[in-house]
């Protein structure tokens, strides 16, 4: 029989990220695209076509290649799953020949979504195989290891976005080389670009843009004119809904050329890594945006004046606020943000309430940014007390707050709390009224206090499939539910309805 029409189905994604496609890359290479009209071979077995397609689609790429070699109908079969293909995530691994990689794209020309993992340098010829062989290309991130490096320049990634007409969204990383670029596009609202360093130039004329995301290195020597940068965007970008931007060149004056830009869209703003944004910088982002729902500031030079200036314009929309590695907040600052903030949920003070006697330097959670305290930080008490009360947080960070002492949480919501490296936390001076934790993050703390949060999160119990007690009108003719408390004692066959559950925690050290 030959082989049947793909019916109708949900998108095709095929992932390479195994290793066992890299090893079978040498066979994979010597199996080539055979145009010719096979639609008369049929399918070996008594299964319609039709089957048969649907057993091969669900076989992950590794069984695709082998099925391939099985039969001409299975051939077939393979080539259309190929063709059909959305989706596609390939490691290209550093023994892969230019071959392999535009084979992959060719079997697949439908293509509108490529991740590409790269163990090996590459450079604008990438951009090239993949404008040739897909034409409706609508995403691409392209991501590499430590030993790859990303040689494509500005002027190559500007004509590749240029020219592509259904391109929505871009991921790269490793940008070290772009040197700079002009971006055109009617049709990109996603960019993500990484390991930026010393652009001469960043222009942006994307009006349909919606969000982006600029990391640049973590060396000095960066060049990069960020007020410039700032300018165009807030120009150029008129939709831009999320803004992050990593840099230790980030300034006020950065920060004011963003600020006079009419982003009356704009709902997260992230300026990371900027020592010289000041309160003064928090007083020109709440003026011109009084809507935001993430703030981000972390790595900056605020204090507690710029917490309430925060809290006085955008009680009613803020739900995350990351502080993290702002050595100018305290204890306070950090209470009367959860105080006045009744919408918070996720808030990530780490590295803020700090032992200003200890001469370690710290790193953020993955280990990315060495963080020294700047010279204008206050000389707070070494040991600081914490008290949150709040209905709606359910993130709350505290990682590397060397100078907490205590810490008092009353959260019915919180269900991630981050303690590590609080190595001064008094365990007799921790309470967590928080009922539905799932995870406390405890690394790097003392025995003692990993004890006390042991005992106190597996402490406590939940009424579990409670079960109202009933009772009947005297005629019988209702049934009406009481409260627990004024019914009479229930018999022992009745108490099985209501079971008391130990509430699961894990704590992670």
């Not at 145009?35 to 071979?41: A, F, K, M, V, Y």
């Not at 993430?294 to 925060?310: E, K, Q, R, T, V």
């Given at each position: 029989m030959p082989c049947a029409t793909p019916p109708p189905r949900g998108r095709r994604v095929l992932s390479f990220d195994d290793v066992s496609v890299a090893d079978s890359m040498e066979d994979f290479e010597e199996e080539r695209l055979d145009?010719?009209?096979?639609?008369?071979?049929?399918?070996?077995g008594k299964l319609p076509g039709s089957c048969w397609w649907e057993i091969l689609r669900r076989l992950p790429p590794v069984g695709l290649l082998a099925a391939a070699a099985v039969c001409t109908g299975f051939r077939e079969t393979t080539r259309r799953l190929w063709r059909a293909t959305e989706e596609l995530s390939l490691r290209v691994?550093?023994?892969?020949?230019?071959?392999?990689?535009?084979?992959m794209l060719q079997k697949c020309?439908?293509?509108?979504?490529?991740?590409l993992r790269f163990e090996s340098d590459f450079d604008a010829s990438i951009l090239a195989y993949i404008a040739f062989s897909c034409p409706d290309l609508q995403s691409l991130e392209i991501f590499t290891s430590e030993s790859s490096v990303n040689r494509i320049s500005g002027d190559d990634l500007s004509r590749f976005i240029a020219e592509r007409r259904c391109l929505t969204n871009l991921k790269?990383?490793?940008c070290y080389n772009l040197g700079g670029f002009a971006f055109t596009s009617s049709s990109l609202s996603t960019l993500w670009l990484s390991d930026l360093h010393s652009l001469s130039k960043m222009v942006f004329n994307c009006p349909n843009l919606k969000e982006i995301s600029l990391n640049f290195s973590l060396q000095e020597n960066d060049s990069t004119d960020l007020i410039t940068a700032m300018d165009s965007l807030g120009r150029t970008c008129p939709k831009l809904q999320n803004i992050h931007v990593a840099s230790i060149k980030l300034s006020h004056e950065a920060v004011l050329a963003l600020s006079a830009a009419n982003l009356r869209y704009l709902r997260m703003l992230s300026l990371v890594l900027g020592t010289e944004i000041t309160d003064a910088s928090v007083a020109a982002i709440t003026t011109s945006f009084s809507k935001l729902d993430?703030?981000?500031?972390?790595?900056?030079?605020?204090?507690?004046?710029?917490?309430?200036?925060?809290c006085n314009v955008l009680p009613d929309t803020l739900s995350k606020l990351l502080l993290a590695l702002c050595p100018n907040i305290t204890s306070?600052?950090?209470q009367f943000a959860a105080a006045q903030l009744p919408r918070l949920e996720v808030m990530d003070c780490g590295m803020t309430i700090c032992d200003p006697n200890s001469d370690d330097?710290?790193?953020?959670?993955?280990?990315n940014i060495d963080f020294h305290r700047t010279p204008n930080s206050k000389s707070h008490h070494v040991y600081q007390k914490l008290i949150i009360k709040h209905s709606r947080l359910k993130k709350l960070s505290l990682w590397g707050c060397s100078g907490l002492d205590a810490l008092h949480l009353n959260g019915?919501?919180?269900?991630?709390?981050n303690l590590n490296s609080c190595k001064n936390l008094n365990p007799g001076r921790l309470i967590l009224n928080c009922p539905n934790l799932q995870d406390v993050h405890a690394l790097d703390c003392e025995d003692k206090l990993i004890e006390t949060i042991e005992t106190q999160v597996g402490s406590s119990f939940s009424l579990s499939e409670y079960i109202v007690s009933s009772k009947r009108f005297p005629d019988g003719s209702k049934r009406v539910r009481v409260p627990f408390l004024v019914c009479s004692p229930l018999p022992d066959d009745d108490r099985k309805c209501t079971r008391m559950v130990k509430r699961q925690c894990r704590v992670i050290v």
């Open positions: 145009h010719e009209d096979l639609s008369d071979l049929e399918i070996i691994p550093a023994k892969a020949q230019t071959g392999f990689f535009r084979s020309s439908g293509l509108q979504k490529l991740i790269m990383e490793g993430l703030l981000d500031l972390s790595g900056s030079s605020i204090s507690d004046s710029g917490i309430g200036m925060i306070s600052g950090i330097t710290s790193n953020d959670e993955d280990g019915p919501l919180l269900n991630d709390l």
